[in-house]
Nanobody, 120 residues
């Protein structure tokens, strides 16, 4: 699994961005994908996840209704559509592969981060 995150940038509050996480490596080693973020001075936190089996998605409460995680099988890419962005969404965003075939997600194979900055 080799992950490449992209799509970050500077946007005004209320705006939108779409992050992409492309897997250029082995695709049979993960069973889902997750997005995390880390703001300056804060710990990395889970944002959203998707499981291949059944397409189940899940989100941290603070982004529910604003962010959508999705997958393009043909492109081996997972997206994070972020709408109604808030200043507090400013962070470096990372994607990671979910390597747990059963049970709760377990994330490994982290991509490099992409910076999202939301201005007021």
């Amino acid at each position: 699994v080799q992950l490449q995150a992209s799509g970050g940038g500077l946007v005004q509050a209320g705006g939108s961005l779409r992050l992409s996480c492309a897997n250029s490596g082995r695709t049979s080693s993960n069973y889902g994908m997750g997005w995390f973020r880390q703001a300056p001075g804060k710990e990395r936190e889970f944002v959203a996840g998707i499981r291949w089996s059944g397409g189940r998605t899940f989100y941290v409460d603070s982004v529910k209704g604003r962010f959508t995680i999705s997958r393009d099988n043909a492109k081996n890419t997972v997206y994070l559509q972020m709408n109604s962005l808030k200043v507090e969404d400013t962070a470096v965003y990372y994607c990671a592969a979910d390597i747990a075939r059963v049970g709760p997600p377990k994330y490994d194979y982290w991509g490099q981060g992409t910076q999202v900055t939301v201005s007021s």
